[in-house]
């Protein structure tokens, strides 16, 4: 069509050397995703050995003695030289993390026991019934005025608990008969950026999601309304929800760029840019 043809190196590695994948050197045009699983792998490796594997690389317990024969088996898997020795999806590599990693912390626990009250006081705040409507119109909330209107304590934390009472509605939705407000069951598969997640929630609504079409991005009090104390599970939330969503974005602002945030995991309020990632998941009012 006429353009100028330019030169391109053969064979042109884009990427930290360290961190690739040998594939991306051997022959580039045959990379997949598993290239990205590998770099994740090296990062775990010195992460928890504080060395870069080399070709042969010693087990991960060899250099860390805290580490287990579970933890050498799936770092070692993740930085298989060849593609078909790894994990295939990030969805099979964080299952088996999971379950490793619940191996892993049984093992500990049952190395070093000691009860909670030595080393912090568990948190006591009252369970509630909520005083409804909660707050369902998205605001800007300025850091000063997060407190009062989150009703929050000085680790932006609940200062009380909704006592919530949950059905579960289908295998997608779940409501709760305290606040009149139906959630999603699990929420947005992936982290993504704020303006995505809204696109996200508008979706839910168009597509019909649970057979309603009035989804909406929650507010920090709704979302404030599932939490709990904190538990051993390290995940804030009722069991009848997905723990995958962690991280929470709501529908209040800060400013023109950054918007409030739950940590489901530590059962705080936080604060991200626009341009974060995060979870998102979908709430609309029992009509």
Not at 2 to 17: D, H, M, R, S, V
Not at 109 to 134: G, M, W
Not at 251 to 278: E, H, I, P
Request: net charge negative.
């Amino acid at each position: 069509r006429g353009e100028k043809q330019f030169l391109c190196a053969e064979k042109l590695t884009i990427g930290t050397p360290f961190y690739s994948a040998p594939e991306q050197i051997d022959s580039p045009e045959t990379v997949d995703q598993r290239a990205d699983l590998y770099s994740a792998g090296v990062i775990l490796y010195r992460m928890v050995t504080g060395h870069l594997p080399d070709k042969n690389p010693p087990l991960p317990s060899e250099l860390n003695p805290q580490l287990d024969r579970n933890c050498d088996r799936f770092i070692l898997k993740a930085i298989a030289p060849h593609p078909d020795d790894r994990f295939q999806t990030a969805d099979t590599m964080l299952k088996e993390l999971k379950a490793f990693f619940s191996l892993y912390k049984d093992a500990r626990q049952s190395e070093c026991f000691a009860p909670d009250d030595i080393f912090q006081e568990k948190k006591t705040a009252p369970r509630i019934k909520p005083t409804l409507p909660i707050r369902s119109e998205s605001s800007i909330i300025l850091a000063k005025d997060a407190g009062k209107v989150f009703n929050l304590d000085d680790l932006h934390q609940p200062l009380v608990f909704v006592e919530n009472a949950f059905q579960k509605i289908s295998d997608t939705t779940v409501i709760d008969h305290a606040t009149n407000l139906v959630w999603q069951q699990s929420g947005s598969r992936y982290p993504m950026m704020w303006d995505q997640a809204q696109r996200y929630i508008q979706l839910l609504s168009e597509s019909g999601f649970g057979g309603r079409q009035n989804w909406r991005m929650p507010t920090i009090n709704e979302i404030l309304s599932l939490v709990n104390p904190k538990n051993d599970d390290d995940f804030c939330m009722e069991p009848v929800f997905s723990p995958d969503q962690k991280w929470l974005w709501s529908s209040d602002t800060r400013s023109k760029r950054a918007v409030w945030t739950v940590d489901a995991q530590m059962g705080f309020v936080n604060c991200s840019d626009l341009f974060d990632y995060n979870f998102v998941k979908g709430v609309c009012s029992v009509k």
